[in-house]
């Protein structure tokens, strides 16, 4: 545990952006790459991969394909636990005793080699070996060479033949300092040799990419490597990379009803044995359904060095775009005129207008879908992928008749160019669409998922681990082990399905500013945020932000407002009341943060359930009340100190795809850490005061100029709110 929290501090500190210019490097004769997101944050994994992309490096979302793995590795055990986790199947590579013998009797030991190998051993010559010629080096490249156990103990590597002696192991310090290995400062960079990866998939340590931006060059291999594995001839059906089923049935295996009349084994032991391998085949469920439905998977082309022979190169064949005869006979496809951000390849959505209606609307429906799917089979990477590809073919102003289109994109590759030439060959139709819409066992996932207070992860749980197939089930069975915010979410599930008209939502903001200035007073700003602002004509919930100019007039205010609507029977259920931000003194989250999930959004807020108030009826003597008939809403009331509204306000109104770009974009950069609560450096963790605060001349009086300052501080173009709906 010690050295995967050493390889992670070390990852973090190096992939961060420390200076406007990276270095810049080619990676292009790698074998295919696959990052393995264990022990990686989202953002860490998502930088991983931009520096590899950016240097040319082929990446793949499908482990399958790959040769090469990084990752937060630093035993063979741990990394053969990764292959086989992810259905890998491989044994142990054993090199020839030729080559290991005459890389050890040949290349100079290392410090640290010097300590693990015998000091006395008698030299070994091989016979009817070639002298290496002029210029070569005479020793086998240490790509070759892997560790068998970097725990055995060192009497017993001594006392081993010399065939069997394991290659040396270059680890970080227990200390977790970034200093670079001393086998690895004394290696100059050897070319990457296709070959060495032949038939072979090889583990090693992220810190090999970390050293190399550091130092300005690609480093070797070889002292990175944990482990190197044979492959072998996949089972058919069982391989990662094997074609998508195309029977629905087949897609996710179905799962036992929750009955309660299956023979039991007796005994402890034999129950316990039973019960952990079900929960082994279940999830087995889980990740082989997300493996058969998205199979195959790139975002990036999987490109070689030009120099490469083609009997170097064993990789699976790609899959080509086909040309019908009318494209072929037209020559090259006129494009129409791009837009400037595809000009200058603006990869994030904060610097593009992305309008709420898109002439591709039709292919976006479809992609939307898929991306749901991966949402719902634990595909983190893969959701993050299409989030991209939605966004950048939702902001394109031309309606797509051509895949070189897609290609031209910013965060579109191949695949989603097949994807739509598959659409136009198919009438508006994706296989992979129909096989997810005809799978029983995403649509029961897919239920549980819209239920409020219940994500994908507990869908999953609700349909593998505890056998539900609807509501209920989840009553009969398990209303007791629900959150307070599931059982609502069960109790009103079908009226929170309902949109909420955009009248409505403007009457309950109404409601809630006359009871905010009731507890403070009339300087209260009220706006509505979310989808309302971005001009949808409808929406699911309804985003209220509070602000006052005074300071402290904002500490604690959700509070008292909840308090005071409660008082009418405005508000049904308080499910969550957070004061977060008043706790601590309504400063801007610190760059290093101890909240448990802090990302986005660390403001007051409140989460409640909403019913307006039937018109006033007179009740005769001696009969009841008539009961509430208008549908309970979902509610969440925000607040923000006026010196960082601009921010709140930014974040709360944009789509999804567009916050995480605004965090990335601040990251990347600018080296800055942007939270709804405001803008730090990263290192320093000084605020960045966007909005012009501190000086009481400069203050801001609107709340909309607060915003647009917030985009000029970031160096991007103010973008309308309803021009920000990225989904």
């Known amino acids: 545990m010690a050295d995967s929290q050493v390889s992670t501090s070390t990852a973090k500190d190096h992939l961060s952006p420390k200076s406007d210019v990276s270095p810049r490097f080619d990676l292009t004769g790698l074998p295919t790459i ?67 013998v005459d890389d050890l009797s040949h290349r100079s030991l290392s410090e640290t080699e010097s300590k693990v190998l015998p ?44 065939h069997k002696l394991p290659l040396p192991h270059t680890s970080s310090p227990s200390t977790g300092s970034p200093s670079i290995p001393a086998a690895v400062r004394e290696c100059s960079p050897a070319p990457f040799d296709s070959g060495d990866f032949a038939n072979k998939i090889k583990v090693a340590r992220l810190d090999w990419l970390t050293d190399s931006l550091r130092l300005g060059k ?30 629905s049935s087949e897609t996710i295996p179905t799962r036992k009803s929750p009955s309660r009349d299956t023979e039991e084994p007796q005994g402890i032991l034999e129950r316990a044995k039973a019960e952990a391998a079900a929960k082994e085949r279940r999830r087995d469920q889980v990740e082989g359904g997300a493996q058969r439905l998205f199979s195959r998977r790139r975002f990036a082309p999987s490109t070689r060095a030009k120099n490469r022979s083609a009997s170097d190169r064993v990789v699976q064949p790609p899959k080509l775009l086909r040309q019908t005869t009318s494209e072929h006979d037209e020559g090259l496809y006129s494009l129409p005129p791009m837009p400037d951000w595809v000009l200058q390849n603006k990869i994030y959505s904060c610097e593009r207008i992305t309008p709420a209606d898109s002439p591709n609307d039709a292919f976006i429906s479809q992609l939307k879908k898929i991306k749901v799917a991966r949402l719902l089979t634990n595909d983190e990477i893969g959701v993050r992928a299409y989030s991209t590809s939605i966004a950048s073919v ?27 030439r598959e659409w136009q060959e198919r009438d508006g139709r994706l296989q992979a669409v129909d096989d997810i819409e005809a799978d029983p066992a995403l649509k029961v996932l897919h239920f549980f998922y819209d239920i409020w207070g219940v994500g994908a992860t507990t869908a999953r749980d609700f349909y593998y681990n505890k056998n539900w197939q609807d509501l209920d089930d989840i009553v009969e069975y398990g209303w007791n082990s629900l959150s307070r915010v599931q059982q609502i979410g069960v109790k009103y599930y079908d009226e929170f399905q309902l949109k909420i008209p955009r009248p409505e939502v403007e009457y309950i903001a109404s409601i809630v500013e006359t009871h905010a200035k009731k507890v403070v007073d009339d300087r209260i700003q ?32 959700v509070d008292k407002v909840v308090k005071s609507l409660e008082k009418e029977d405005w508000i049904t259920h308080t499910l969550t009341l957070n004061l977060t931000n008043t706790k601590r003194k309504q400063e801007t989250l610190p760059y290093v943060s101890n909240i448990k999930g802090a990302g986005f959004d660390t403001l007051d807020k409140a989460l409640v359930v909403w019913q307006d108030q ?14 509430n008939s208008n549908p309970h809403r979902r509610v969440d009331i925000i607040i923000s100190p006026w010196r960082t509204v601009g921010c709140a306000v930014a974040g709360w109104t944009s789509g999804t795809t567009f916050q995480r770009d605004l965090r990335r974009y601040a990251k990347r950069v600018k080296g800055w850490k942007f939270d709804s609560s405001g803008v730090r450096k990263r290192g320093s963790g000084r605020w960045i005061d966007l909005e012009r605060w501190t000086n009481p001349k400069t203050r801001c009086t609107d709340w909309r100029e607060a915003e647009r300052r917030v985009f000029e501080g970031l160096g991007l173009e103010y973008i309308e709110p309803w021009e920000r709906c990225t989904g």
Do not use: M
């Open 119 to 162: 000091h006395k051993r008698r030299k070994l010559k091989v016979k009817g070996r070639a002298e290496s010629p002029a210029g070569s080096s005479s020793s086998v490249d240490e790509g070759d060479l892997t560790t068998n156990s970097d725990t055995q103990a060192e009497s017993d590597i001594i006392t081993e033949p010399a």
């Open 34 to 100: 696959f990052v393995l997101p264990s022990n990686l944050s989202s953002d860490e994994l998502h930088n991983a991969e931009e520096e590899l992309s950016r240097l040319g490096a082929p990446l793949t979302y499908d482990i399958g394909e790959a040769s090469l793995v990084l990752g937060v590795v630093s035993k063979p055990r741990r990394a053969k636990f990764e292959l086989q986790s992810r259905k890998i199947q491989f044994q142990d590579f054993v090199p020839e005793r030729s080559e290991l």
């Open 526 to 557: 009220c706006i509505i945020v979310g989808g309302y602002r971005r001009g949808k004509s409808a929406s699911g919930d309804v985003d209220i932000i509070l602000s006052h100019p005074e300071q402290s007039a904002t500490a604690g205010l």
């Open 614 to 627: 039937p018109h006033p009826a007179k009740v005769e003597p001696g009969k009841t009340k008539p009961k």
């Open 218 to 247: 690609p480093q070797t291999l070889a002292p990175y490597i944990v482990y190197e594995a044979e492959r072998l001839a996949p089972v058919p059906g069982n391989s990662p990379s094997d074609p998508v089923v195309k029977k």
């Open 394 to 420: 939702a902001a394109y102003p031309h309606p797509i008749s051509n895949s070189r289109e897609i290609l031209a994109l910013p965060g579109c590759d191949q695949k989603i160019a097949s994807l739509f």
